[in-house]
């Protein structure tokens, strides 16, 4: 999947996520990840965030230490 695609869909997750109180937003925001994403797809999502990040909303950012970061491949 594209770099692009993986911000993308984050991105989407946190703007729905935004309309909640923030704890609950960047909540929600990891257990949809952890729950619908496979383990490649955040194998992915890190080696943005751990590149910097560019382009990720806030919530994203934020909820990215309550995501399950996938064994090594």
């Keep these: 999947m594209s770099a692009d695609k993986i911000v993308r869909m984050a991105n989407q997750?946190?703007?729905f996520m935004a309309s909640k109180p923030h704890d609950e937003g960047v909540?929600?925001?990891?257990?949809?990840?952890n729950d619908f994403w496979e383990p490649r797809m955040r194998r992915q999502f890190f080696d943005l965030i751990d590149a910097g990040g560019d382009g990720f909303h806030p919530l994203v950012i934020?909820?990215?230490g309550q995501i399950r970061r996938p064994a090594a491949a």
């Design 62 to 64: 934020e909820a990215a």
């Design 13 to 15: 997750i946190a703007a």
């Design 27 to 33: 909540a929600g925001l990891a257990a949809h990840i």
